[in-house]
């Protein structure tokens, strides 16, 4: 079982999102604003899955592709289909494109997993649990782990940047 939690200790809140057929989820505490995704400024010499930044309300923000990062196959809808999840990851403002968002529930901490090493393989670190959600089971992200410390680095020199103009 998960400790914590958005809510009371019972409970948590999160934002259900959609990649490919998957179901994810990620704490509404870190979620700030959901909007529809609009023009990307590429940028060179990124990771593969860091699509670029977009300008919201004057404030510079990294979009990071989450199919790209979770090696999830299939052709993306283009920017015009996508939607954008503004995250707080360890106090900078991070973008995540998703393929929709469905809803915000509340899951009791009881029906949400550890997920298993040898169900998971290497890419559990991105994983804060696993919940079962009506008949479905939602994979509940650690947005901390999204990113490497060097990428939370330069993003956060970028936010510097775009505040100095």
Do not use: C
Not at 124 to 150: A, H, P, W
Not at 160 to 165: I, N
């Amino acid at each position: 079982m998960v400790k914590g939690g958005s809510l009371s200790g019972k409970e948590m809140q999160l934002v259900v999102f959609h990649l490919q057929e998957e179901d994810f989820g990620v704490d509404i505490r870190q979620v700030k604003e959901v909007l529809k995704l609009s023009q990307v400024t590429h940028l060179p010499h990124t990771a593969e899955y860091i699509e670029g930044v977009i300008n919201l309300r004057g404030e510079v923000i990294p979009v990071v592709n989450l199919r790209k990062r979770f090696g999830i196959p299939g052709e993306q809808q283009g920017h015009e289909g996508q939607w954008v999840i503004i995250v707080e990851i360890e106090g900078t403002q991070v973008g995540l494109t998703v393929d929709s968002v469905a809803e915000v529930i509340r899951l009791p901490l009881e029906a949400i997993e550890r997920p298993s090493s040898t169900i998971a393989g290497t890419k559990s670190q991105f994983l804060e649990g696993v919940g079962k959600y009506n008949d479905r089971l939602l994979i509940i992200l650690k947005l901390e782990t999204i990113l490497t410390t060097e990428e939370r680095i330069s993003l956060s020199d970028l936010h510097d940047w775009s505040e100095d103009d």
